[in-house]
């Protein structure tokens, strides 16, 4: 069913486009192979992604210890002006 829904959004743009001049009129099998390589080129590598998750998780802990001073400072100047 979903494949005939498909293949019907093709023919209708086909339809849509057929006085556009220099329209080349799609098929169903073109685009199922387009979209079948698009899908392989978003695969995931396993390394890149850890290594993306490494650095992301180094740079978060520097800013949680940064934003950690910041606080600190800030409330150290709160406590002296009490004082």
Do not use: C, W
Request: charged share 30%.
């Amino acid at each position: 069913m979903e494949i005939a829904t498909k293949k019907q959004a093709v023919i209708a743009h086909n339809i849509a486009n057929a006085k556009t001049p220099g329209y080349e009129a799609l098929t169903f099998d073109e685009e199922l192979m387009r979209a079948v390589k698009r899908l392989d080129k978003k695969q995931v590598v396993l390394e890149e992604e850890l290594a993306a998750l490494t650095e992301n998780s180094m740079k978060y802990s520097a800013y949680v210890k940064l934003l950690s001073s910041k606080i600190n400072v800030l409330r150290t100047i709160a406590t002296q002006g009490r004082r």
